[in-house]
């Protein structure tokens, strides 16, 4: 009995630190540019290397999971009152992005998580471009190589973007809510809003993507949304908040995703008279091209919106559907939680939501 009592011990130790040693490695490895700098094989190797290297790791966190399945929650950061994730980003990262002084070659694309922020960035990217943007330049390999992600620390510092196209224009993501987004009159501000019970879907999809077992119960994932604890402010906050900027603002263009999946050239067009890019009838074909979902899926690697984990290495994708109605999919009671919720929450709003989505009409 003592033998089995030391061979356990001994194990434990092991994983233990095997575990330690295994984060570690992993943190320096998919840090922002320690991964989106790397060329596509490389990229492509390191996902390898996971694979392989979280093979001890993976078994003990899902037995761990199942066993603690009822207490897991979305782990979060406060910042002056706006929720964020930790792994991704920081009080810090949160406060340095406020601070920030926008510049007129800065192309803000705002959304709450999941609303098509990548979608968005490839269109601006495609339009100031005219459809030629390939990702093909040394070190510019990736959509996060070429646009920062203000607020976040996986992607190309402010200071290292470079300026794309003609005009020459910094393309900046941000899911921050307009209270905290930094704002230039000269800047220009592109937002997208999504259905929000679609919103929901998508960010179930991407967090089992990326968490695989450690995921939180769907009920305990749809009590968050509802919450403050949400990322960035839930979402009747963030689109409402955003709805006033751009109502009072000519530099805000305020977009739906269902108008980007019902007439993907009809966006192309507004968001070229917006920057003021004058496209010929070719620029426009190579542009919708680029910009299709087909495209985008075939290309996946260029786009992923996260560096890798043990469990989206495992086959976990970033571009999952591309559909406008993916709340019909979650379950009758959560979807009428999350609407019931929203429409308690836009009373006297000034975004009018249903007249953009009528199951929002109070």
């Given at each position: 009995m003592g033998k089995f009592v030391v061979l356990f011990l001994g194990l434990l130790s092991f994983w233990a630190g095997y575990l330690v040693w295994y984060f570690r490695w992993d943190a320096r490895n998919t840090a922002g540019m320690a991964y989106y700098g790397r060329p596509p094989a490389a990229r492509r190797g390191l996902k390898r290397r996971i694979r392989i290297l979280s093979l001890p790791v993976i078994p003990i966190l899902?037995?761990?999971?199942?066993?603690?399945?009822?207490?897991?929650?979305?782990?979060?950061?406060?910042?002056?009152g706006v929720s964020g994730p930790p792994k991704v980003s920081s009080p810090e990262a949160f406060a340095r992005a406020r601070q920030y002084q926008p510049?007129?070659?800065?192309?803000?694309?705002?959304?709450?998580?999941?609303?098509?922020?990548?979608?968005?960035?490839q269109i601006v990217y495609q339009v100031v471009t005219r459809g030629r943007g390939d990702f093909q330049g040394a070190?510019?390999?990736?959509?996060?190589?070429?646009?920062?992600?203000?607020?976040?620390?996986?992607?190309?510092?402010?200071?290292?973007?470079?300026l794309v196209g003609e005009p020459p224009t910094r393309i900046i993501k941000t899911h921050l809510p307009a209270s905290h987004c930094p704002y230039g009159r000269e800047a220009k501000y592109i937002y997208v809003a999504r259905h929000p019970v679609t919103c929901f879907a998508s960010i179930v999809d991407f967090n089992r993507s990326m968490l695989g077992p450690l995921l939180p119960p769907l009920e305990t994932m749809a009590a968050w949304f509802t919450s403050k604890q949400m990322y960035w402010r839930p979402w009747p906050e963030h689109v409402d908040g955003w709805w006033q900027w751009s109502t009072s603002r000519d530099n805000v263009l305020f977009v739906h995703f269902e108008e980007m999946t019902n007439g993907l050239g009809d966006i192309i067009d507004r968001v070229a008279?917006?920057?003021?890019?004058?496209?010929?009838?070719?620029?426009?074909?190579?542009i919708v091209?680029?910009?299709?979902?087909?495209?985008?899926?075939?290309?996946e690697e260029v786009f992923e919106m996260a560096p890798p984990t043990m469990f989206s290495v495992g086959g976990g994708k970033f571009l999952a559907s591309g559909a406008a109605r993916r709340h019909e999919d979650v379950p009758p009671a959560l979807r009428e939680g999350i609407l019931d919720y929203c429409r308690l929450s836009l009373t006297g709003a000034t975004y009018p939501a249903g007249r953009f989505y009528p199951d929002l009409a109070n």
């Open positions: 899902s037995i761990l999971a199942r066993i603690g399945r009822s207490r897991l929650t979305m782990p979060v950061f406060d910042y002056e510049k007129a070659a800065d192309v803000f694309v705002a959304t709450q998580m999941r609303c098509g922020t990548t979608w968005m960035q070190g510019h390999t990736h959509l996060y190589a070429v646009s920062p992600w203000i607020e976040a620390a996986n992607s190309v510092a402010l200071q290292d973007a470079p008279g917006f920057l003021s890019v004058s496209l010929s009838a070719d620029d426009r074909v190579r091209d680029r910009c299709s979902f087909a495209y985008m899926k075939e290309h």
